[in-house]
C-alpha cells in the first residue's frame, strides 16, 4: 500500500495569511492526488483533484501542486470560512489511501 | 442538483450484519464509478471500494482490508448504491460515506459495532 505522509498535523495562522499543507507519499502517484476539505459534523469536499485542477465552485485561493511523491495544497490568503481539517488522497494505486489530516485553525 | 442520500446504519452486535444504501440523484447514476469510503471518529477517511460504471461493466474493486466482508452493488433501475458488510467487528465502528467517482460525497450514516 502506499504510504501518504501529511503535514503538519495542526496549524494555526492569521486571516490573511498564506498557508501550506503538504502530503509525501511513499511512492510516485504521478500527481493521481485530491485534496478534500471537511468542516466539523460535514462530508469532505473535494478541493483540488489531480494535483493542480480547482473543483468547480472552489474559490481560486486555494490551489494546489506537486509531482512525483511530494504534494502540496496552498491557501494563499486564510479566510475565517477555510477552518477544517484537510486531507490529502492518492488514487494512483489501489488500495487509494489518505493522509492523516491536517487541522487548520484561525490564530 | 447531485444529491446522494445514505440509510441503514445503526448499531449492530460483533459478528452480525449490516446494509447501507444511498439514493442517487441528480445525475446519470450509469455514467459514474460509485465508491463507499469509511472515516472513524476523529480519524482519516479509508476507502472500501467502489463499482464501476456502464462503459466499464460495473465491475467493483475493494479495499483488502474489508475484502471477502463486504460487498458493493448497484441497482441502476432505482438509482441506489448499497453496501453489505457481514461478519462486523468493533473496527468497522465508523461513518460511511457513499461518493459519486471521488468528487462529490454523501453526508454519511453512522455504524457502530458493538454487544
Known amino acids: 500500500d502506499i504510504q501518504m505522509t501529511q503535514s503538519p498535523s495542526f496549524l494555526s495562522a492569521s486571516v490573511g495569511d498564506r498557508v501550506t499543507i503538504n502530503c509525501k507519499a511513499s511512492?510516485?502517484?504521478?500527481?493521481?492526488l485530491n485534496w478534500y476539505q471537511q468542516k466539523l459534523g460535514e462530508a469532505p469536499k473535494l478541493l483540488i483533484y489531480n494535483t493542480n485542477n480547482l473543483q468547480t465552485g472552489i474559490p481560486s485561493r486555494f490551489s494546489g501542486s506537486g509531482s512525483g511523491t511530494d504534494y502540496t495544497l496552498t491557501i494563499s490568503s486564510l479566510q475565517p470560512e477555510d477552518v477544517a481539517t484537510y486531507f490529502c488522497l492518492q488514487h494512483s494505486s489501489r488500495p487509494f489511501t489518505f493522509g492523516s489530516g491536517t487541522k487548520l485553525e484561525i490564530k | 442538483e447531485v444529491k446522494l442520500l445514505e440509510s441503514g446504519g445503526g448499531l449492530v452486535q460483533p459478528g452480525g450484519s449490516m446494509r447501507l444504501s444511498c439514493a442517487a440523484s441528480g445525475f446519470t447514476f450509469t455514467d459514474f464509478y460509485m465508491y463507499w469510503i469509511r472515516q472513524p471518529a476523529g480519524k482519516a477517511p479509508e476507502w472500501l471500494g467502489f463499482?464501476?460504471?456502464?462503459?466499464?461493466?460495473?465491475?467493483?474493486e475493494y479495499n483488502p482490508s474489508v475484502k471477502g466482508r463486504f460487498t458493493i452493488s448497484r441497482d441502476n433501475t432505482q438509482n441506489m448504491l448499497y453496501l453489505q458488510m457481514n461478519t462486523l467487528r468493533a473496527e468497522d465502528t465508523a461513518t460511511y460515506y457513499c461518493?459519486?467517482?471521488?468528487?462529490?460525497w454523501g453526508q454519511g450514516v453512522m455504524v457502530t459495532v458493538s454487544s
Open positions: 511512492q510516485n502517484i504521478n500527481k493521481y
Open positions: 461518493a459519486r467517482s471521488l468528487s462529490f
Open positions: 463499482i464501476r460504471n456502464k462503459a466499464n461493466g460495473y465491475t467493483t
